[in-house]
């Protein structure tokens, strides 16, 4: 093992990656800080230019890092649209973002975790245990990372490794305030259908974003993932995130009965 533990976190430009990468810096970790654009990487971290898409970036970024004490598989999009008009390849580009691109990481850097018996933490949400209308493309992939943590989990164990899955609610970062297709963009009949609940939604979630919790708390539970004797197998991050993870314990119609009250008012 390096002197210094080594953890590479992706994408580290901005919101829970940035944070991340910022706080274990400050904490004495060798920080490899991937992002997509050269000179986005936090100071006093070690720049790794790569996406997540592409396998041969991943593998060359690879080669130049031979030790590595902890993965933050954290790099990821949001698609939001409702499923009836949602193209199939923005549903494939969602997956491939969130979910493959996380896998590809995680196979080209696992030979240097199994040496070190390293830690892996991969960037959930509740949305991989609360599915939202209109949120139906970003929740399939956090919903499909849960099953990658469960796997994972188990698979891993053998050499040593613990894996843990961080599951934040309403975060401060930039992922919902990246451009996003609306429902005027799609066919006529979509803004027809869907339009009225569409923009109720919007409005919600602009309300809650003013209370949005410090994408610094996500990291901290991500460090204690890396740092404790016991790490938890999940970590739920904030307020909503613990609500709406006791929401879905209800049955399924009266959890549904309650969300279309709270989003809509009906």
Do not use: C
């Not at 959890?255 to 008012?265: A, I």
């Amino acid at each position: 093992m390096a002197i210094r533990p080594r953890v590479l976190v992706t994408g580290a430009s901005t919101g829970i990656g940035r944070a991340t990468a910022e706080l274990l810096r400050d904490r004495g970790w060798e920080v490899f800080a991937s992002v997509r654009q050269a000179g986005e990487a936090p100071d006093g971290t070690i720049e790794v230019v790569f996406d997540v898409t592409d396998a041969e970036g991943i593998r060359h970024a690879a080669g130049r890092i031979d030790e590595l004490d902890a993965l933050v598989d954290n790099a990821g999009i949001a698609i939001a649209a409702p499923l009836e008009f949602l193209p199939p390849d923005e549903l494939t580009r969602q997956l491939d973002v969130n979910v493959v691109g996380q896998l590809r990481v995680l196979q080209a850097f696992l030979p240097a975790l199994r040496r070190s018996r390293g830690r892996v933490v991969l960037m959930g949400s509740i949305g991989g245990k609360s599915a939202l209308p209109f949120m139906g493309p970003y929740a399939m992939s956090k919903f499909a990372l849960e099953a990658m943590a469960d796997a994972l989990r188990m698979e891993l164990a053998p050499f040593g490794m613990h894996v843990s899955i961080v599951q934040p609610g309403t975060i401060a970062t930039p992922i919902w305030t990246k451009p996003q297709r609306t429902v005027d963009e799609f066919p006529p009949e979509a803004a027809e259908l869907y339009g009225e609940r569409v923009e109720k939604f919007r409005r919600l979630a602009a309300e809650r974003a003013g209370n949005a919790v410090p994408a610094l708390e996500v990291a901290k539970a991500v460090e204690h993932a890396l740092t404790s004797t016991k790490p938890k197998t999940r970590y739920l991050v904030g307020p909503d995130a613990k609500r709406r993870a006791r929401v879905e314990r209800l049955p399924d119609r009266l959890r549904d009965k309650l969300l279309t009250r709270f989003l809509f008012g009906s």
